[in-house]
């Protein structure tokens, strides 16, 4: 039986992070030298964490599915990153970072692990800036801040509208010096398959090399999963292409815990969807909404008008529209947290005052313009409202921008105890492929963090831990049992998909997937509507077995395979998900149950029943999976209901 | 709109390519290029037939993984955007587009549109950063840096490692991409250390991979999606110049 230990280490929350490393097991360096480690990901959380590795000594591999590291999808990345570095003097702290992300995360995270991360937060700006990181700054040559979603301090580091590509990009610098060194060596262009787990500990990987098909075996002392979040499993989102998931459910399969798959977070400030052959969302950086004011007409007429092009946004009067959010949430304004605001565009377009096709809420920019000037406006945003224009035809220097919420991240992921350890001894998986630190919901410009923090000064560390005691563990022959095993299997399932030769495209049942996903498990859930999910996706599950069809053949360039083989897992983690959200019967954060609300909608948690993580144990192809919860322990924070008002 | 496609189709590296019409009709102008091509794909999954190959994942101009020759154009016929931000709305009815790989010695193709850029990893191996280990560096702020200089290197940074400009490039230099690494480091006092040694290396990487040499026919800066700009080729020339003396 599973058993959820969180090592989290004793002493004062102030202390615990310093106490471990000083207690922890290190490697010297000689026999560094001689222990391997395989990095499933390039993102920030693989890329630091591999070239990190690197540089103490260890020989590490990474893989990406991508033709280069530098394309993982963290690059997309837009608004910023979060540090507790206090430069502005407003009053920021370790502590406050803290606790806003605990609040934000509605108390459903572990206060240790968060604790960490705000406390290593500072050395990361630090590490970026000493790359070469070129971030935003003021004309006294010192760091500029900004404000994001659920923080009253400007603690946000950014690098234009695209901190994720600079941060990202550093990191691929220091991943390429120690491809430099010899340390490294990268595999681009290849797709981890399976986890090879050889006598309880994780020891290798499976991989397909998607240019020639060839199938390859990899084997090291430790495996590190960051291969990022699931949040295609809607289909349309806005992640990458070909962001998925199915590393992390090899690994679930293998026996890793799977925690908390209900929480997935809806950005609310996305570019609508405009038509069925729609391929991915758009996000407008939710950095935007530090100076443009959210609102929908008051009346439904005026609504209806819009929406026919009979009404012009800008034609209509101060006194007839509805800044909902300054309205409902005059605290925190245009500013509430990511699941506030999705939510309340939902509601306000599901009574009827959206405007463009009906989902869709203004973004409105023309108040900043005039008390700031087109130029500041344009300093701050010009290359989101250029991108806005492209994909719109619209001009938002002169109409409001039309936003509407969409799939971001998923909070839930792989469970890792303190030292970011799965359920699988020598597997540690890494940002957004755990489930760490975010609980149920993640506050903008904390996702950057948390990667590079596990990436940079976490990892590195608790690794260490583990493999001192690998050390006269000689290295695997790849021509062990276990991996023909795994390769086996693999291949069977590869062949599987191609003997199938039915009628209809991988992309089909994808979307079908995703529709249920988006209707039953999305921004709003209920009982009857999940055990609906449920029921559906067992069916989809089926035909997608029966009746798809993959073109082309194994050996090749084929992204056909390679996407079935996506679908096919994401269709697993989609029941897995909605089974999750079926039993958390309380909102919190991104999980929103219609059944568990106050009065005034606001999410109603459960904290005597479900202040836990609850964390799925894999039983096997015909059985149900198990839930085991870690109960979580509050003695520094209070717990409350969430206010933003 | 309706479209004819003449795409460039070959199985692997060893074989002839050629290329192959295809029709494709109701496209929304609101469709993007890519979403395009999505759609013909699903038509030949439809007919039994293999889908065209194309690179892309981040479907919002900053990944670098897509990237087509599309009418005779990198990226397409509008300007300062990657393939994936590209829209039918700026095609005609009616139209007959023709759709190629990056073409250049040092990107040998994989299968129909994609291509191998592994070449500029190896150009930021041999030098594109500034060597630091994690950990034991300095608070950000002990380190000013004017703002005219931030944006500049923040300008060059900007690069998506597209390979556009090689592509447009008559010699297939890789002249803009090393030069936007170069600036980006070098403007930064963090960069300037080691500025001498990394110009040296990337550049005689560059070559040492088959990159042409640069004749300042700026056809690059033209069609680089980023608007990276040429004065960070004078800027690389400069510090070059300024190694090879020292
Ligand atoms: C549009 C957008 C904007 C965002 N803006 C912000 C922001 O401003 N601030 C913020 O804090 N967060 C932001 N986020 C969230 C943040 O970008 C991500 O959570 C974070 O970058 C994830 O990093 P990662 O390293 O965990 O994974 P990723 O960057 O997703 O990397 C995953 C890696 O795993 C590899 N991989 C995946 N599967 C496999 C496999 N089977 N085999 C081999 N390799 C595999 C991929 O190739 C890739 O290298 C944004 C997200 C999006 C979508
Ligand atoms: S310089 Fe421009 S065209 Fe060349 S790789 Fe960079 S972004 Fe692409
Ligand atoms: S797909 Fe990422 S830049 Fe086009």
Known sequence: ?645 | MDFTLKIWRQENAAVKGKFVTYQINDISPDSSFLEMLDQLNESLIDKVQKPVCFDSDCREGICGACGLYINGRPHGPDDAITTCQLHMRKFKSGQTIVIEPWRAKPFPIIKDLVVDRSSFDKIIEAGGYVSVNTGGVPDANSIPIPKANADLAMDAAACIGCGACVAACKNASAMLFVSAKVAHLSLLPQGRVEAKERVRKMVDTMDELGFGNCTNTGACEAECPKEISLTNIARLNREYYAAKLS
């Not at chain 1, 993982?72 to 970072?97: F, T």
Request: one cysteine or more; aromatic letters at 10%.
């Open chain 1, 1 to 645: 039986m599973t058993d959820l230990k969180a090592k989290i280490p004793e002493g004062p929350l102030a202390e615990k992070w310093t106490r471990f490393k000083g207690n922890q097991k290190l490697v010297n360096p000689a026999n560094k030298r001689k222990l391997d480690v395989i990095v499933v990901g390039s993102g920030l959380a693989g890329a630091s964490a591999a070239a990190s590795l690197g540089e103490l000594g260890f020989n590490v591999k990474v893989f990406c599915y991508q033709d280069s590291t530098r394309r993982a999808h963290s690059i997309a990345a837009q608004g910023g990153i979060n540090a507790a570095k206090n430069y502005p003097n407003d009053g920021d702290s370790v502590w406050r970072l803290f606790h806003d992300t605990i609040k934000g995360g509605d108390y459903r995270s572990r206060e240790a692990n968060v604790y960490r991360l705000a406390e290593v937060s500072g050395n990361i700006i630090d590490q970026c800036v000493a790359q070469g990181v070129p971030f935003a700054r003021e004309y006294g040559g010192l760091l500029d801040n900004r404000s994001f979603g659920g923080a009253q301090v400007s603690r946000t580091f950014y690098a234009r509208g695209q901190t994720g590509q600079q941060l990202l990009l550093g990191a691929y610098s220091a991943l390429s010096r120690q491809v430099n060194k010899g340390s490294l060596e990268v595999f681009a262009r290849t797709e981890m398959l399976d986890l090879v787990v050889v006598d309880g500990k994780a020891r290798g990987i499976i991989t397909r090399d998607l240019a020639t098909g060839e199938i390859q075996r990899h084997s090291a002392h430790a495996v590190v999963v960051a291969s990022g979040g699931y949040g295609n499993v809607f289909f349309l989102s806005t992640n990458a292409m070909g962001s998925n998931a199915s590393a992390a459910w090899q690994c679930f399969k293998k026996g890793a815990c799977f925690a908390n798959p209900a929480y997935a977070q809806i950005h609310p400030t996305c570019i609508p969807v405009h038509g069925s052959f729609q391929s991915k969302l758009t996000l407008m950086s939710e950095s935007l909404r530090n100076d443009g004011r959210i609102w929908v007409p008051k009346n439904k007429e005026d609504a209806e008008k819009i929406r026919k092009g009979t009404l012009k946004p800008t034609d209509l009067k101060e006194e007839d529209r509805d800044y909902y959010l300054e309205r409902r949430y005059p605290a925190f304004g245009n500013l509430v947290p990511r699941d506030v605001a999705s939510r309340a565009a939902k509601e306000r377009c599901d009574a009827g005052y959206g405007v463009g096709t009906g989902l869709a809420v203004y973004l409105d920019f023309a108040d900043a313009i005039n008390r700031l000037g087109r130029d500041v406006i344009e300093a701050r945003y010009g290359n989101l409202f250029q991108m806005y224009e492209k994909i719109t035809d619209e001009n938002p220097y002169e109409t409001p921008m039309m936003i509407y919420p969409a799939i971001h991240y998923t909070m839930g992921g792989i469970w890792v105890d303190y030292e970011l350890q799965t359920t699988v001894p020598g597997l540690f998986a890494i940002g957004e492929a755990n489930f760490s630190d975010h609980g149920a919901n993640r506050l903008g410009a904390s996702a950057l963090m948390q990667g590079l923090a596990d990436g940079y000064f976490v990892l590195p560390y608790t690794i260490q831990n583990y493999l001192a005691d690998e050390i006269k563990t000689p290295r695997l022959e790849t021509s062990h049992p276990a991996f023909d095993e795994a390769e086996k299997a693999i291949s069977e399932r590869i062949d599987q998909l191609f003997s199938i030769q039915g009628t209809k495209s991988v992309d089909s049942f994808h979307k079908r997937l995703g529709a249920v996903m988006w209707d039953f498990v999305g921004m709003a859930r209920n009982k009857e509507g999940l055990q609906q999910a449920i029921d559906q996706i067992v069916q989809i599950k089926k035909d997608f077995w029966s009746d798809v069809r993959i073109p082309g053949d194994k050996s090749e360039l084929n992204p056909e395979l390679e996407k079935a083989g996506r679908v096919a897992d994401f269709i697993e983690l989609g029941e897995l998900m909605a089974r999750d959200a079926l039993q958390r019967e309380e909102s919190c954060g991104g999980h929103f149950r219609e059944e568990y609300q106050t009065e005034e909608g606001e999410a109603l948690r459960n904290d005597d029943q479900y202040r836990y993580v609850g964390a799925w144990e894999y039983k096997g192809a015909d059985q149900e999976p198990v839930l085991h919860k870690e109960d979580l322990i509050f003695e520094y924070i209070q717990v409350k209901q969430r206010n933003y008002k």
